[in-house]
């Protein structure tokens, strides 16, 4: 991990060489804090900060492949303090620019994550979601949320890909050779009318498929996200009840339209919409994506996820993947039925494993074995 802070006199220290540098400049670079779920070799990020022109700019060089983000505080007083920046992958080997408008004012302090990925498969559709630290759950003022929403801190010391859109019923019907959708005038819906199991059961199919291929490392596996991936993914560094912000309102996400969400107020009734009601599932991508680049992780379909549900730990977790057993499978998101307050970032869902619903859908996470 490399971190630089704006806004300082002229001093750097570097691999334990302290040396001076241009007015305004100061970097910072600490103990490699790298996640590397290849076995090749790899090089810290050197991360630097200038000021020009009213804006930071910061300067990263890292391993070309390699998956970087690159986070900024205003203070290191705590673990969730960090905002995310960008996310960028260094394909030539050269630095990369990145400019930061906002930075001057108060002092910000910046940090960059590597960690190799492999290069030899196909991503397409897949999002990279970072290592990081994110709270988990429910304010206690937020309106109409459950009693299993409780606030914890969860930190993520690998990064995984994640999909881009929710699997789609020409991408099941392909692998499996059946569509058990209700909505099925457009194979670029989701699948719906999936089961928890047959869920597992696509990503074990597409993994084996894959790995005869040749297209995955052997330690490499897609499956259904974890219930906390899942809400990390959503939130895309927010904190507010959608990626959104604190309101679900017609047009922003496939739910009932009827029925509005705000974080203060609670639910609106809205009797003559101004968005029409679909009363079905809608093509994948149809809404505006997270700042991560997800689409549909409110509304469209429930999304099942990996974990057994139960209560929330009590305090903070590193890479939890739920409880070890269970009656039920936990599903996130809301879906096209659901009222506002149902698509919340944090709404919990649970069923047994072979329940099906038309409602019921499910996202791909490709992730190294643990």
């Not at 001076?20 to 779920?37: D, E, G, K, M, R």
């Not at 790899?42 to 998956?67: F, I, K, T």
């Not at 999909?163 to 499996?176: A, H, S």
């Not at 906390?228 to 496939?254: I, Q, V």
């Amino acid at each position: 991990m490399a971190t630089a802070v704006s806004g300082r006199p002229s001093t750097a220290l570097r691999g334990g060489n302290l040396i001076t540098t241009q007015p305004f400049l100061a970097i910072l670079s600490l103990s490699l804090l790298t996640v590397t779920p290849c076995v090749q070799a790899q090089s810290r990020p050197e991360l630097g900060v200038q000021v020009s022109n009213g804006a930071v700019r910061l300067r990263l060089a890292a391993d070309v492949g390699s998956a970087c983000t690159i986070q900024c505080a205003t203070t290191l007083a705590g673990t969730t303090n960090w905002q995310f920046l960008t996310n960028l992958t260094p394909l030539v080997a050269s630095p990369y620019d990145v400019a930061d408008s906002s930075a001057m004012s108060p002092l910000r302090v910046y940090r960059a994550f590597s960690q190799q990925v492999p290069t030899n498969f196909s991503t397409t559709n897949m999002v990279w979601i970072p290592p990081g630290t994110f709270v988990m759950g429910s304010p206690a003022n937020e309106m109409l949320r459950n009693g299993d929403e409780a606030q914890h801190t969860v930190t993520f010391t690998r990064g995984f890909f994640i999909g881009k859109y929710e699997v789609t019923q020409g991408e099941f019907e392909m692998m499996l050779k059946f569509n058990p959708s209700k909505f099925q005038s457009d194979t670029n819906r989701p699948v719906e009318q999936v089961s928890w199991s047959w869920a597992t059961n696509y990503c074990w199919a597409l993994t084996l498929q894959e790995h005869l291929a040749g297209k995955l490392p052997t330690n490499w596996v897609y499956r259904l996200p974890t219930e906390s991936e899942w809400e990390y993914a959503c939130r895309a560094e927010t904190t507010t009840a959608f990626h959104y912000g604190n309101g679900l309102h017609g047009g922003m996400a496939n739910f009932s339209v009827y029925y509005e969400y705000d974080a203060a107020a609670g639910e609106i009734f809205i009797l003559h919409p101004t968005v029409p009601y679909l009363n079905q599932t809608a093509v994948v991508g149809r809404y505006q994506p997270n700042a991560w680049g997800l689409y549909d992780t409110h509304g469209n379909v429930w999304e099942w996820c990996q974990d057994w549900y139960g209560d929330y730990p009590a305090g903070s977790v590193t890479d939890p993947q739920g409880p070890a057993s269970g009656s039920y499978r936990v599903k996130r998101g809301g879906g096209w039925q659901s009222s506002g307050s149902a698509c919340r970032a944090a709404i919990r869902q649970a069923n047994i494993p072979s329940y099906s619903h038309a409602t019921a859908g499910f996202r791909l996470v490709l992730a190294q074995l643990p």
